[in-house]
């Protein structure tokens, strides 16, 4: 063949290989050919029902002629479709619908959707079927993160395609209702239905729509530059509100100065959810959190919303104005809001924290590496620790190397010139080299490319810190016998005290009961500093009698994990002291999964003698915690004991094949490994086949299929 036909014959393979990959890859010829401008949106809910109707208004812009369009739209039905107020064909596969139309270049069009659906996943209705007499949170939230928003509204799942978003929401008088943007107006529908209408300024990724409605109140401030922050609360949870939010001023005062670009929004809004599959999620100006961080101030010294709480807000930039191109490029989301997310962390708790955090971080990173797992942060399938940590490792180690002028610099211009639309790790390199006027290939190698952690780098950059020195010479003493380190560990435990020194201290004593080993322990009791007190709670594991009365003062301490342990340990070791023990604990509940209460019945049911006429109480209060509307965490807490007391009831078996089917798959795995447990036993098969014809349609169904197994 002539070298001039190879090369005419080739050239039309490669035409006819493009031509095929474009019509086998519908999402990129729609990605050529149009251009989403704006949606406006009616949705109405029923709860109870557990299903939304709506319409939905796409305006579109045809940048190349085309004879069908599609939208995303998982298992809905369409009475009625228009474009350009004209009935069109459509064809609707389950997943897609695809309207069909001579769609003309450089032309405008509206193509309006009616629509009905029972969503199975990304909205969520929790306790709508609760009877009336029972008092229990009622809400409906959504969460699009992948791309799950179409399973209750017609809309792109192409992270990349950012529109123009309002949301009209119906629904029930006496609830309210958060989405979007800025509330324009309120308006009554008939005497039970209430529309609330949400307006957008900036388009945004479909993803990051949202709605949560629910027996909310909310509080605003107003941020430095005037930005409302609306925070919202559960009226019974009114005196929780201070220690939940604590800071969140502060923090949105500080990321936005630190970041250098105005916050993008209209507005900021924050809403608490029940059994939230995760910890928080950034919707655009609109992030929904796990109500396991409503807590008291005893609560916050052990476990705070103020991580997730920065971290989210960080993602207003990172993530929501400037969108990653694909998941090659994930750590653009995740390792800038965790690592700004620790600089709020560092304004609010001091240096040391943001080197504990650095320092706790690259060990679990390095663990990773040395066990052959590590992954470079441009691996599209890496693990949360590598996009998150080691994300924000990269950032510290660039900003160490560029200087803090260069690095704020390239921040600033890499989301101004980006800003609302699509990004690359390339974008923001180049704004970095421009910046600093050098190149960081380097860096890009070591901290990007590769995926060993670079742990000597890490270390020598953590020792900058004059803390994590002393706390290293420390660690440093874990397998040095005891008699030969007390006075270096009694210098950890004199004033001023490190707390994370302090604790390490602590645990190397652990086990010890020598006169000096008891010394340190009075001297850490007397410091009167919650953590140190924690870390003796937490570690030690036989309470030498001189101590005794110190170990009991831990039971009034600031935090529950200090007086779970402490309650725990005393009584396995005193039993003798079991009614002074519940007497100091009985007003205690602890966390959202009510720790301390539940280990308080626990140690009362296995102690009968102390309350006898009170038993059966407690067992009631106990086994009523598994119901189906109270909060998973707790749920699985109360199970949990009850499988250990083997002390099931009817109840609580029907609780257990509800939890089984539960939204939250952390809370489903734990319930279905436990009645998978139960199954394997006779008596338990016997019990549930009594059950059978107590159940609803779903939980019979469930349960025969698990006995079938
Ligand atoms: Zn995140």
């Known amino acids: 063949m002539s070298p001039l036909m190879k090369q005419f014959l080739l050239l039309f393979v ?6 095929a990959v474009a019509q086998e890859n519908p999402d990129l010829s729609q990605k050529l050919n149009v251009d989403f401008l704006q949606l406006d949106a009616e949705v109405s809910i029923f709860p109870r029902a557990e299903s939304v109707s709506g319409n939905t208004l796409f305006k579109v812009q045809i ?3 085309i004879d069908s369009l599609f939208i995303d739209a998982k298992k809905m039905e369409f009475s009625e479709v228009l474009v350009n107020n004209i009935k069109a064909k459509y064809s609707n596969d389950g997943t897609r619908i695809w309207i069909k139309n001579k769609f003309k270049k450089g032309t405008n069009y509206e193509v309006s959707l009616s629509y009905k659906a029972k969503p199975t996943r990304a909205m969520y209705f929790i306790n709508w079927d609760a009877p009336k007499e029972l008092e229990v949170t009622k809400q409906v939230w959504t969460q699009g993160q992948g791309r799950d928003n179409s399973n209750w509204i017609p809309s792109l799942d192409d992270l990349t395609e950012k529109l123009l978003i309002n949301l009209r929401v119906n629904f029930e008088n006496g609830y309210e209702v958060v989405a979007n943007g800025i509330l324009q107006e309120k308006v009554s529908l008939n005497d039970s239905i209430t529309q609330w209408k949400y307006k957008m300024d900036h388009p945004m990724s479909s993803y990051l729509m ?3 409605a629910g027996d909310y109140s909310y509080r605003s401030l107003e941020s430095a530059t005037k930005v409302s922050l609306s925070l919202y609360f559960q009226s019974k949870d009114s005196l929780k509100f201070e220690p939940t939010y604590r800071h969140s001023q502060k923090i949105f005062d500080f990321l936005e100065k630190e970041i250098g670009v105005a916050y993008p929004w209209q507005n900021y809004k924050q809403i608490p959810v029940q059994d939230f599959i995760f910890s928080g999620m950034e919707n655009t100006g609109t992030t929904i959190f796990s109500n396991t961080f409503i807590i008291d101030s005893t609560a916050f010294n052990d476990e705070n919303y ?12 990172f993530g929501n104005m400037v969108t990653e191109k694909n998941s090659q490029n994930h750590w653009l989301h995740e390792g800038f809001a965790t690592y700004y997310a620790w600089l709020a962390e560092k304004e609010v708790f001091g240096e040391d924290y943001y080197y504990w955090k650095l320092f706790q971080s690259a060990e679990q990173l390095k663990e990773l590496s040395d066990s052959g797992k590590g992954e470079s942060l441009l691996n599209p399938k890496a693990s949360s620790l590598t996009f998150y940590q080691k994300g924000a490792w990269a950032l510290h180690m660039l900003k160490e190397l560029v200087g803090k002028e260069n690095f704020d610099t390239a921040i600033k211009n890499y989301l101004n010139n980006n800003a609302y639309s699509i990004v690359t790790t390339e974008n923001f390199i180049e704004e970095v ?13 070591d901290w990007l490319h590769q995926s060993a952690f670079q742990g000597s780098e890490a270390l020598e950059s953590l020792q900058r810190s004059a803390f994590i020195k002393d706390y290293m010479g420390v660690a440093a003493l874990r397998e040095t016998p005891f008699s030969i380190k007390k006075e270096l560990l009694s210098k950890a435990l004199t004033k001023p005290i490190n707390e994370y020194v302090g604790q390490e201290a602590i645990f190397q004593i652990s086990g010890e009961n020598s006169p000096a080993a008891i010394d340190l322990y009075k001297k850490a009791f007397a410091s009167n500093n ?5 870390a003796i709670a937490v570690s030690i594991d036989k309470i030498p009698l001189e101590l005794k009365s110190d170990f009991f003062s831990l039971l009034k301490d600031e935090s529950y994990i200090t007086i779970e342990n402490a309650l725990l340990k005393a009584w ?16 205690v509940q602890g966390f959202q999964n009510k720790n301390v209460r539940l280990l308080w019945l626990i140690i009362n049911l296995v102690s009968p003698e102390v309350d006898p006429e009170l038993s059966k109480a407690y067992f009631n209060e106990l086994s009523q915690s598994t119901s189906k509307y109270l909060p998973s965490g707790l749920r699985q807490n109360a199970l949990g004991y009850l499988y250990q007391l083997n002390a099931f009831t009817s109840d609580n078996l029907k609780d257990l094949l509800s939890c089984a089917q539960h939204p939250n798959y952390r809370f489903k795995n734990y319930c279905t490994s436990l009645l998978d447990q139960l199954l394997l036993k006779e008596e338990y098969r016997l019990q549930y086949a009594e059950l059978h014809d107590t159940l609803n349609s779903t939980d019979k169904e469930f349960l025969t299929k698990k006995l079938e197994n």
């Open 14 to 19: 490669i035409a006819f290989t493009s031509i």
């Open 63 to 65: 940048l190349n002629s």
């Open 210 to 212: 949202a709605i949560a």
């Open 306 to 317: 103020v991580f997730v709480n920065a971290h989210e807000l960080a993602h207003q930039w």
């Open 433 to 445: 080299e421009k910046a600093s006027k050098r190149s960081v290939d380097s860096w890009v190698q």
């Open 530 to 534: 919650i953590m140190l007190r924690q």
């Open 572 to 587: 396995l070791q005193f039993p003798e002291e079991t009614a002074y023990l519940l007497e100091q604990t009985k007003d």
